[in-house]
Structure formats: structure tokens, C-alpha cells
């Protein structure tokens, strides 16, 4: 027993001898990393880092311990130490945990809109903001490097494709009529609001092998998952008056808007140089519903319809009085439903949907029908997995049942095609600054009875903190236009071929991003008709066809943002160049096609008047001048269009009235009101042309948007 | 006899030992609570706050079982993430703060309203890092987090501080102003005047923030 005591005493003294521990904290590159915690495991032992990285500290364990470093961003630093010996001074050094500025991204050819990802190039306000794009999602992806600006058609025209080489998708299902009833010589808005998204990709050339049927690009467009504002939202402006309710509790949420539309007393503004008989009248609604049955999954539900009306004199110069009388009547249903969910900590994600779309237009040319109709139901599966070390593999498979009609000359013309695609693509890490995309897309199209298999590749490597270097490439099919199909059932495919270079540097709010890309086309459909080249682009391809077409395009573009040198100021600037050739659809020889423009320069700027709660924002737009048909030219489209400049201008102000929020809005497009030509068509003889422009020249626009918010108010019954 | 001697000694010694355990951990958590109430709220100091994060890491990592260090860790992980210079640094800070808020949601295995608030908190902090960028996700999240908070205990006086404050800074034009945050704040004030924390270590922070709020106010 006395032995106990004794050992007691003899204990207790050790027990409180104080050994100093000291040593410094760095990087890899030797560093200092000042505020790192250095401590003994399982005691309170321990101390910060000083500015010098150098950290000392006192403790009374005496026997082994495990020393520990941590530090924001690095890696836990840990290592077992004897203190029964003096310890001599240490120098720890920490490894940093992968992030965004140590880690690279696979971006050649994607231009990502994004309020969750930092490397994000623009903002999903961004889009709503920009002078010129009048608050329409393709509007602002026309500045976008990559894209040309037509001004007489709907679509995105990206890197020497056509509008209709370029497909939008919205929670992977794509969209089958993105824009509003495509009109002779006029620009059709997009049926979507840009609100109604979280994220945008914009992808030049190089995509996924999660995508298909795009020679060009896809638009990528991500829903909102919640509502953030609950209560009544009403919207005028001089075109549509409308209004929106949302009501979200914890797990669900409810948006519904309804909206009608009438041109007539913008068009009694703002002069008009089209000819309408029946000003062009537009209702709709929609309806979404969501809900988080689990933790992380969410369903979302999203039906609208929509129907328009319209009648305009409109140019034809093939006509004898110069006009012809077209009457259009729209309906258009588009419904999506998606289910997203994870499980096992995010190892597994499930992506899937299913979609039915339904669009009629009763259309008459002076009194003749050309009625058109299309119906697409679709369904969509993607699996991921993430494996160790945030590689990742996914595969998926999605179907499509597409039914069309076109009237013609009182024939109607029918097609089914029975759509069928499988996927799968792995996203490789080999080191933090070297990273890989391989994926594989095969389709299988009834119409044409054919299949085909893609491949898909793209490399980045990252060169400095800020910097990377990617690579693309890749195969990228589509069915020909469905016109050439009604009477050729036996086309294949038309092809293109990717391969793209990018440079980036994302530094302290600047961006600088140069890209240069060459396109291959191949299996292009021409036609055959053995008479004169018919410039009239709504005739209906009745000649012989194969797919003997080729072509290509190269070039490159390049995007500077600055939004740090000037305080509130954001401005950037792109330029885009294209270089292309092609022989198809009735070209006897292969030329520069008509939607073709060599050169798109946009300057945006955008400054935020903090006092008056105002965003002011101007665009230039300059695009080259465009290849027309002139049948007076022996040589083949050689003539150009003059250039055409756009200075537009917008002001959005925020306002508080009794408690809720208006935002008022002017927009002020064409304000040096130049005379832009877009193309040139001629009579049948070639003695006069038609010059076609603008809808209008300087035009303006203002509109007010209120919110009737209750959150922001304290109700009585709370207290 | 002897036996039974030695037994009662070592049972004693064993308590003693695990009552000095526990006597030392809330001596290091009343100290580490003291050096945060003693920041200067108006400009607090980043390098005092970031040794006050480590301290209460420090114990976390020595109590695994405790909630309050990781808790307290996250609170002065959250004041960095508004005094952080950058927009980078601030993220981190914050991006932190919420690992070890998981944590301590783990480690008090049920629905806490503390948490909660904090959570609350961290949302806040992270929208005002990039407001024109974040109000929307974030002020979801911040009202979500206050919601569940009230469901657990309505009477939590940092909700209605945290609701009071969040419209005492978001400008009138979007529904907030001093005039409006005022009846909340004085609510938040009501509520602090009947609240007492469990323990001297368990949450009581906010008052000072929604008096000297409330000062602004008139």
C-alpha cells in the first residue's frame, strides 16, 4: 500500500513538467500558412500559427502523442511524436485538398451560366441584363463567343451552323419547339422565361456523348429546384400582361402563370416594317409543381400551353404584287417531368424524365393550307457514379417517338421516326491538373432504318493557378431536315466532326478565354432539282437527294470580362471569327453559306447605380456582311450584305412601393437607328430586289414587373 | 477490509479524475467563450478570431462526444467568413463552418434548434458575400433553417434576432429597412429578456447585436 502512495507522489510532479513544442507550418512550396492549428490529438494541447507560419505551445503529456496540423483548404497533417525525448523544432508541411482553383475543368467549347459554380463565366442574371438580348435566353447566347447573330431567323447559329444544327434541352429532355412560330424574314422570340432557370450551358462545338442530334451545339437549361418568393407577381409591359402566383411550403412547391399578349400598342409606338393585318395575339399558361419526397431527391413537374395568332402582309417577290398574305394560328402543349435523386453519400445519382410535346400551326399563303404538326413524347435515364477521387462514370439511354405532318399544295405529308440512344461516359482524373472526358453515344433512327456510333473526347490541363489549356473532339450525327425526308427515306445521317482548342484565364474577377476550333461536315444532304438555284427559303425541297454534301468550318474567338477595374462597372467583350464552306442542299459548287458571317464583335458594358437602385447596360453588336443569292452574278453567292451595327440600350430600376417590389424597365433597341439589311431576295426575272431588315428600326420597349411579397412583413398574429 | 479500501480509493480517484476531466473541459469552453465575447463586434480581429476557432476545434477533437465545441467552432468559422477580405477566403471560412456544423448535428443525434439558428446564420453570412449573386438560393435556405428552428423551440431568442437583422440590412426597395426590422428585433429582445441558457456554456449570444440594432432603429 505505502508502495502505492509512493508511486503516487512520485507520479504527480511528471505529470505537471511542461515540455514546449515549437515548429512551422508551409505549403508545399514552403510557404507560410499563418492561423493553422497545430495540437496534440485527445488534448487540449495546442496553438495558431502566427503570420510567419510558426506556432509553439506547451503541454504536459509525457509520453507518446500524435501530433495534428489543420489548416482551411490542406489536408489534416498527422504524426505520432515521443515526448519522453526532447523534441527538436518541426516542420510541418500540409498537402491542399483538391478545389476549384487547384483542380481542372473540362470547358472547351461550354460557356456555363451559373450562380453554384465559381469558375462560372456569367451569371443567370446576366442574361436578364443585357441591353440587346431583349430578357430572351438565345438573345444573350447571341453575344456569346461562337455564335452568329442572323437577324431574320430563329435558332442558334453556332461556329458556321445552321439554326437548325443547334438543339435546346431543358433537364436533359429536349425541347421540340424552343421558339415561337417560325414567320417569313422574322425573328421568333423563345417560349421560355429566363427566370424560370438556375444554370445555362452554352456548348460550342465538343459536347457530351449525353447529348445528340446536334451537328453544332446544345443549350443546356437548367430548371429552379424551389421558389423564393411566395405571393402574387404581376407583370405589364407593352407587349403582354401577366400573372404569377407561387406558393411553397417545406417540402413542395406550386408556380403558376398566365399571361396574354397583344402587339398592338407597341407596334402603335414604334414603327412597324412589316405589314400586319391581324397584330400578332398571344395566350398561354403554365404550371409547375414540385416536390422533395426524400432527402435528396426531387420531383418536378412542368406543363404549359400556348396559343398565338397572326396575320401579315408579308414580301414575295415571286408574287405579282409583291405580297402574299400569310395567316398563322399556333397551339403548342409542352409538359416535362424529371425525378433526380442520390444515394450512398452521392455515390450513385439518378437523372431521369419523360416529356410529351405537341405543337399545331394552321397556316395559310394566300388562302392556300400549310399546315404543319409535330408531336414528341420522349424518356431519359442517367445513372452516375462517382468513383475514389472524384472520377466519375455514367450511363444512360433515352427513346423518342416523333410523329410529324406537313401540308403542302392540299397534300398532307406524314413521318414517324422512332428515336432510340444509348450512352455512357467517364470523367478521368489522372492528376489534379490533368483530367479527361471519354464517352461513346450510339442512336438508332426507324425513318432512315440506320444507326451509328460516336465517340466523344475532350482533355483539360491546367497550367497555372488560374489558367488551363483543354482539348476536344468528337463525332456528332443528325437526321437530315425532316422536308428532305418526306419524299427520300433512304438518307443517312449528316455528320460533323469537332475539334477544338481552349485557352483560359480566370483571374480576381477578369476572364480571358481564346478558342480555336475546326469543323468537318460530312454526308450533307443535296438536292438535286436541275433547274436554276431557288432562293426562297421556305420553298419545299422536291428535287432528287442523296447525301454526297460536305464542308467545313474554322476559326476562332475570343472573350475578355473585366467586372473588377471599375467599381460596379462589369463590361466584357467578344469577338468571333468563322471561315466556312459548303456544298448542299441545292449548291451546284460549294460556297460560303447564307447565314455565314465572318466577323461578330459585342461589347456589353454594365454599371449598377447603387443610390438609384438602377442597372444601366449597352450593347454594340457589328456582324460582317452575309453571302445573298444574286442571280445577275454568274458566280455563286459571292455577293455580300452591307454590315450590320446595333447599339441598344436598357435601364431596370428597382423600386419599393407600400412594402413591395417593382422593378420598372426601358429598353431602347437600334438607337442610332441604322438602316440594317439582313439579306437581299429578288423577283423571278432578277430585275429588282427586295431589301429584308429588322421587324423595326429604333424601337423602345418599357414594362414594370411588381411583386406582392408577404414575406417581407412582419404579421401581427406572429408575436 | 483491505480490499474494500483500495476499491473505494481507486473508485474515488476514478471520479476524481473524470470529474477534473469534465471541470476542464467547461474551464477551456468557458474560456474560449470568454475570448469571442470579448471580440469587438464593429471590427472584430480576424487573427484573435481564427485562434478562437482552433481553441474550440482543439476541443472538439478532444471530445468527441461534446456538440458545443463543434458548434462554437462553426460560430467563429462564420464571423471569418464575414471579416475574410475575399470572396475566396470567405467561402472557405464558411464552407468550414458548415462541415463542422454536420458534425455536431451528428454528434446531438436529434433536431436542435442552436444548430438550426446557426445554419441560419451561415446562410446569411454566405449571402453577403455575393448578395446580387446569392439572395435567392441563400435567403431559401435562411428562412428554411429559421422555420425549423421555430418548430423546434419557438422560444430560441437568435431566431428572431437573425430575422430582425436579416431586415435591418436588406434595403427598402426589397421590403426590409430599420423600420421594419424594428417590431422583430423588439420581439428578439423580448424573447432574450426570458431566455436562460441549459448550462454556462451553451449558446447565449445575439442580445448585444439586437440591442445595439434596436438603438438604430429610432
Known sequence: MKLFYCLLLFVTPTVFAQKSIQGKVTDQRGNALPGANV??????????????GVFAFQTSESDTATIAASYVGFEVFEKKINLKESI????????ELANELNTVVITAGAFEASDEKRMAMLKPLDIVTTAGAAADITGAMQFLPGAQRVGEQEGLFVRGGSGQETKIVIDGMIVQNPFFSSLPDVQSRGRFNPFMFKGTSFSTGGYSAQYGQALSSVLLLNTTDKVSNNGLGISLNLANAGLNYDYANKNQSVSAVVYYGNLRPLFKLVKQNVEWIHVPEFKGSSLTYRWKPTKNGVLKVYG???????????????????KMRLVLKNNNAFTTSTYTDSWADGRWTLNSGISYSRNKDNMTYDGANFDRFDERTQARVVLTRLLTGNNTILFGAEAHAINLGNGAGGQLYRLKDRYTAAFVESEIYITRALAGRIGVRSEYSSIIGRANIAPRLSFAYKTGRYSQISLAAGQFYQNPDYRYLYLNKSLQYERADHLILNYQIIKNQRTFRVETFYKNY??????FTGQKYDADPYRFPWGATNNGGDGYARGFDFFWRDQKSIKNLDYWVTYSFVDSKRLFQQYAQSATPTFISNHNISLITKKWFEKAKTNLSATYAFTSGRPYYNPNNEEFLKDRTPSVHNVSIQASKLQ?????LVIFYATVDNILNTRNVFTYRYTPDGQTRYAVGPQSYRSFFVGMQIMLSRKAKVEKDEF | MKKLFTFGLLFVLATSIAWSQNEKYTQAMGDGIKALNGIDRSKPDPKSLVDIANRFERIAA??????????YAAYANVLLGFVAPTLTEKDQYLDKANALLKDAEGIAGKPNDELEVLKAYQSQIHLAADPMNRWQADGEKFSGYLQS??????????????????????PEEYGGGKK???PMLEKAQQKFGAFKPETAIHPDWGKMETEWMLSQTN
Open chain 2, 149 to 170: 428552428a421555430k418548430s423546434i423551440n419557438a422560444e430560441n431568442p437568435r431566431i428572431y434576432y437573425l430575422e430582425g437583422s436579416s431586415l435591418f440590412f436588406t
Open chain 1, 39 to 52: 495540437f496534440l490529438k485527445g488534448t487540449y494541447d495546442g496553438g495558431t500559427t502566427d503570420a510567419n
Open chain 2, 62 to 71: 478532444a471530445e468527441p462526444k461534446e456538440w458545443l465545441p463543434k458548434y
Open chain 1, 88 to 95: 527538436p523544432a518541426m516542420s510541418i508541411k500540409l498537402e
Open chain 1, 304 to 322: 404549359m400551353y400556348s396559343d398565338s395568332h397572326l396575320s401579315m402582309n408579308s414580301n414575295d417577290p415571286s408574287s405579282d404584287t409583291g
Open chain 2, 180 to 182: 421594419v426590422a424594428k
Open chain 1, 522 to 527: 460530312a454526308q450533307l444532304v443535296r438536292e
Open chain 1, 656 to 660: 419599393s412601393i407600400k412594402g413591395n
